[in-house]
């Protein structure tokens, strides 16, 4: 079964810097891409940063390029978004997501709030 267990959100002021934590078991994690996705309250899903299987290459939406940095242990079955600078309108729910086997797997979401 697969589970996928996020951690590492809370509140944090503009400017400041967190790490999200995904933990993921029931399927052989070094084998599939990786991403984390956002969901700002009244908005859609959207695609953060994404990772190889072997973290090998990696990509990111515009609006945090420069800021976020999306990485993996693969020995430790657990993938990361280390986020600095962070901004008010990063406040959203984050979600890790892979697809394995034509079926999207999703974690239940933790959430990160930026405010003064």
């Known amino acids: 079964q697969v589970q996928l267990v996020e951690s590492g959100g809370g509140l944090v002021q503009p400017g400041g810097s967190l790490r999200l934590s995904c933990a993921a078991s029931g399927f052989t994690f070094s084998r599939y891409g990786m991403r984390w996705y956002r969901q700002g309250s009244g908005k859609e899903r959207e695609l953060v940063a994404a990772i190889t299987n072997t973290g090998g290459s990696t990509n990111y939406a515009d609006s945090v390029k420069g800021r976020f940095t999306i990485s993996r242990d693969n020995a430790k079955n657990t993938l990361y978004l280390q986020m600095n600078n962070l901004k008010p309108e990063d406040t959203a729910v984050y979600y890790c997501?892979?697809?394995?086997?034509?079926?999207?797997?999703w974690g239940q979401g933790t959430q990160v709030t930026v405010s003064s």
């Open positions: 997501y892979t697809l394995r086997a034509g079926v999207n797997y």
